[in-house]
């Protein structure tokens, strides 16, 4: 059923942990000694507290919100159950064609301030966490932002020169950008040689010059390279010559040329072309420089730090995260200290080795291609610890913690779970269907964020959700959002953060201002009224989700290479899907894994059956030195032997140590699959980590049987206390049938549906050999928690043929209808008709309900003598085009349907005659914008800057049905 009931069940009166949702509770503040977890709460499943609730990007368009509208949303939010609000200033509402809005105060001025610190305000009234976004726009930076706080890459100039000579020239200066910014960095000369091999390949991404794509991208073919050639390289480091003391102030190199022919290269940095994306009005400007300590400190100081002093004792209480979006901003290779902070972290010197970065081979291939590694991992290494790091220091100042999207999709030089250590919130994206992302891999992206809160111990997922490019006001929830969201739910998401509920003053009309992407879901979407069914929904995953410890047999490390990014949940590097699930961790946290009684486990406790390696054979040193630490210890990783390490870091001595540990472990030459026992654990190959789990007689966490063909089928397993339980989703648009086999037994297996809030203990179940098996039904994109936590005997059985009622139609409601419709969006013609038969409003000959937007109310009376005893249903049949309706029979309200079936009990409210039954029906704005498409604004109902696409259909709306009363056995 999909109702959102208004019936007290009975409950046990005993309440479940709340999460920890404050930064104070989180494992980076200094904390108290917390109570041992009770267990789950039926009340706070039926209920949700409000602590449980959605948030929201709460979009500030073009900075145009007023005070009335800040607390009109705030209110709005709070009816609902939302938890809180991300202040998010931002532009874009002119983008992909659509018309811009009225500039508003510009983000940090004295007025802006003047209506944030009202927002403060008012969500401390009302009880609501608030993250703010630390900018308008992303791509952090601003106005104010000089081209010595930029973002920086290094450019270069060439001479050649013969010598013997005495040479006195002005150096050509290198290639600028678009600023005049540049700053000398050294001056080489090499020999000459008259050949040209062939380029490194990838360089510019290689040298982090470029981002790579905006969908989480495998980047390990930056590893790789076409097979060296001898005598190819341009010049070996004994040949260089550093000239940097030569060339005075005004770009004057003065030098004495031995004999031959030499390059002369210059080496400086400039600014890169990067500029804050969509961000309001005036505030436009550069990228700010994310490898400086010294330029995020300036910026805090002058943005940050004043709207915290602004709203004292309410920082750390009412606004508790700060947030900066993902990362757009192209490829950025130096900074003003670059090379002291390589010479730290990489233990060489850079300088020489600049002419790779300008498509020389310096020493030979392999070392080029080294030495790129290492400039990568210094670029994410500074940007992790100059960047994220210092911002989270500066924020816990004022009890305040970070939800950044710090860690992708957009693949910019970044190690993104490295980045996340610095969060609170794990924050990530992910899209409802879009044409501008529809496949999975396009769209989904929570399980790097879910795998990094939980090897770091954070409890909150979150999720820039339903996010879209192209689609406005043609939304479905349980098809589009609902799907969506129980796809990452099952990847560990446990907090939305709707995309976007659109700040829009009562100026602007309706449905008002909007941003150019995104689902819209604010109060002024037609559906708002009736949309709890589905946020309490949302409420009841989340509570479920945010207790406990998530349970994962297989750990997965991928690598140290830069950029690094995980993939969506079914990429499934670690090779243990379907049956087990596995986290991604790096390798800050690889090195801080022990084992204990052959797991292996993270500080915290959270602990795993096997640790599965990359499949591209390259470790760094560390890693590898960890790796054996693991084994000897008693660990399983599974994984190929080493065969590289691509760093120049205390190489070729850390080639020698590379081969005697990877023989130690592997072999000198292992076949194509085995295992060796190494220390008190051992090293396989050659093997999946679900193919070693099940020879090792690991049972599956989960095994689904007995399902549909292409049918799809998904589960996230959480323990708490001594309780465990499993979200499991149908990925079917369909109704499906599945055997849900659990590694439980001894408990008895419970259906508590996320969608009602009911709870029933299963009656068709099994147990055998450790596991129990239970037939589960699923509606079109259905979800159920299965919960273990009675105890039973290991012998009980669930006898009945199904957990599940039976329907059959008993009586179908035919005839007229009688319909109301909102006169106010009526354009012409009556308001309220006959329908003879139900139908599409786009069907109708009055052009006014054809273009119809909004509510409208069926009423109907009907007899309905004869009825059978026991479970009785009325069922809407179609419910178009958003699928949301209220149902009333006999002056009783039944409820929210908001996914098929739409389907309501009414057994003891049906009467043999007279039933007086109503039913409100919802559809999106589409049809009243089409209606409205071509006609000057004086003469449209609506009003909004979004264009009225000429391709726009009108959608089928309103009760199709058809409804019936059902029988249930």
């Known amino acids: 059923m999909r109702l959102l009931p208004l019936i007290v069940f009975s409950l046990f009166a005993f309440t479940g942990p709340v999460p920890l949702n404050r930064p104070a509770d989180t494992a980076t503040m200094v904390t ?13 499943f039926l209920r949700p507290s409000s602590q449980y609730g959605i948030r929201c990007w709460w979009w500030w368009l073009n900075g145009n919100v007023t005070k009335e509208v800040i607390t009109r949303d705030l209110e709005a939010m709070k009816a609902k159950g939302f938890s809180g609000a991300c202040i998010f200033d931002a532009g874009g509402a002119e983008q992909r064609g659509n018309a811009q809005v009225p500039e508003g105060p510009l983000f940090g001025s004295p007025a802006w301030r003047d209506l944030y610190l009202h927002a403060v305000k008012e969500a401390n009234r009302l009880g609501l966490v608030l993250s703010m976004s630390i900018q308008s726009g992303w791509n952090l930076g601003g106005p104010d932002i000089t081209p010595e706080e ?13 010598g013997p000579m005495t ?122 420089d994310h490898m400086s300590r010294k330029v995020f400190n300036r910026y805090w100081n002058t943005h940050v730090d004043p709207l915290l002093k602004l709203i004292g004792p309410m920082a750390g209480k009412t606004l508790r995260y700060l947030q ?29 080795y600049l002419p790779v970065i ?108 339903f996010t879209t490019i192209g689609p406005h006001w043609n939304d479905v929830i349980w098809s589009a959002m609902k799907s969506s969201a129980d796809h990452e739910f099952c990847a560990g998401l446990n907090l939305v953060y709707l995309h976007t509920f659109t700040c829009s003053p009562k100026e602007m009309g309706l449905p008002g201002q909007e941003y150019f992407a995104g689902t819209h879901f604010n109060p002024n979407v037609t559906w708002w009224e009736l949309s709890n069914g589905f946020i309490d929904y949302l409420a009841r995953c989340q509570y479920m989700l945010q207790q406990g410890q998530s349970v994962s047999d297989v750990l997965y490390y991928y690598g140290d290479h830069v950029p690094n990014i995980a993939r969506q949940k079914a990429d499934d590097p670690a090779k243990a899907l379907p049956e087990f699930d596995y986290d991604v961790t790096n390798e800050d946290r690889l090195l801080a894994l022990t084992v204990k009684n052959g797991r292996i486990v993270l500080p915290h406790g959270l602990s795993y059956r096997v640790l599965v390696l990359p499949d591209h054979h390259v470790l760094s040193l560390a890693a590898l030195e960890k790796v054996q630490a693991l084994v000897n210890a008693g660990a399983t990783v599974i994984g190929p032997k080493t065969e590289r390490i691509v760093s120049q870091s205390h190489y070729p001595a850390s080639e020698a140590k590379r081969k005697a540990i990877a023989d130690a472990l592997w072999g000198e030459s292992p076949a194509a699959a085995g295992q060796r026992k190494v220390g008190t654990g051992r090293i396989v190959w050659g093997k999946t980590a679900r193919e070693v789990l099940l020879a090792d007689g690991v049972k599956p966490d989960v095994l689904f049987t007995e399902a549909g063909t292409n049918q799809v089928f998904d589960f996230m397993h959480k323990t708490l206390a001594t309780e465990d339980y499993y979200f ?21 297996p419970e259906l508590w549906n996320p969608v009602t809030g009911e709870i029933k203990p299963a009656k068709a179940y099994t147990q055998a050999n450790g596991q129990t098996s239970v037939k589960l039904e699923f509606d079109p994109y259905g979800s159920v928690f299965v919960v273990f936590r009675k105890p039973v005997p290991a012998t009980q059985q669930g006898t009945a043929p199904t957990n599940y009622l039976r329907y059959s139609p008993v009586a179908t409601l035919s005839g007229s209808w009688q319909v109301q419709f909102d006169p106010k969006w009526i354009s012409t013609g009556p308001s309220a008709v006959t329908f003879d038969k139900l139908d599409s409003w786009t069907a109708r000959p009055e052009e006014g309900i054809k273009f119809y937007s909004g509510k409208a109310v069926y009423r109907k009376t009907f007899d309905a003598p004869n009825l059978p005893a026991g479970n009785l249903f009325l069922d809407l049949g179609e419910v178009l ?37 109503e039913v409100e029906v919802i559809n999106t704005w589409r049809n009243r914008l089409v209606g409205d498409r071509g006609k000057p604004q004086s003469e449209r109902l609506t009003q909004t800057n979004v264009t009225i696409r000429k391709e726009w259909e009108l959608l089928p709306s309103g009760l199709i049905g058809p409804v019936q009363v059902m029988a249930g056995k």
């Open 32 to 44: 108290a000694p917390m109570a041992a977890p009770a267990g789950l709460s039926e009340q706070q």
């Open 150 to 162: 930029a973002a920086k890459q290094v450019t270069w100039s060439e001479v050649t020169v013969k």
């Open 167 to 288: 040479y006195r020239e002005t150096l050509p200066q290198p290639k600028l950008h678009k600023d005049p910014f540049y700053r000398d960095i050294a001056v080489l000369a090499f020999p000459a040689k008259p050949t040209k091999p062939t380029a490194i390949k990838d360089l510019t991404a290689k040298s982090g010059t470029v981002e790579l794509g905006g969908s989480a991208p495998d980047t390990r073919f930056l590893l790789n390279d076409i097979p060296a050639t001898a005598g190819e390289e341009h010049a070996t480091l004994g040949q260089m010559q550093n000239l940097t003391a030569k060339m005075n102030a005004q770009g004057i190199l003065e030098w004495q040329v031995p004999a031959g022919e030499w390059t002369i290269m210059r080496f400086g940095y400039t600014s890169t072309d990067a500029e804050v994306s969509t961000s309001s009005g005036k505030w436009q400007g550069r990228v700010m």
């Open 324 to 352: 900066t979006d993902s990362w757009e901003a192209g490829g950025c290779n130096w900074t003003d200290e670059f090379a002291q902070e390589f010479q730290k972290r990489r233990g060489y010197d850079i300088i020489p």
């Open 358 to 465: 300008a498509g020389k081979i310096i020493e030979n291939r392999d070392a080029s291609n080294r030495f790129l590694a290492d400039l990568r991992k210094t670029i994410s290494d500074c940007i992790a610890d100059n960047h994220y790091r210092l911002f989270g220091e500066r924020a816990r100042q004022y009890g305040i913690g970070l939800q950044p999207e710090s860690a992708g999709p957009h693949a910019g030089p970044i190690d993104g779970i490295k980045n996340y250590g610095f969060s609170e919130i794990m924050m990530s994206e992910f899209w409802s269907p879009s044409p501008h992302r529809p496949t999975p891999v396009n769209r989904f992206f929570v399980k790097q964020a879910a795998s990094a809160a939980h090897i770091y111990n954070k409890p909150l997922v979150g999720a820039e959700s």
């Open 728 to 748: 499991v989703s149908s990925q079917n648009k369909e109704a499906a049938t599945v055997t849900a086999t659990f590694r439980m037994a001894g408990k008895l």
């Open 881 to 917: 085009d958003v699928g949301v309706a209220r149902v009333r029979l006999n002056g009783k309200d039944l409820g929210i349907v908001w996914a098929p079936p739409f389907r309501v009990p009414i057994s003891g409210l049906v009467r043999p005659t007279g039933n007086q039954l």
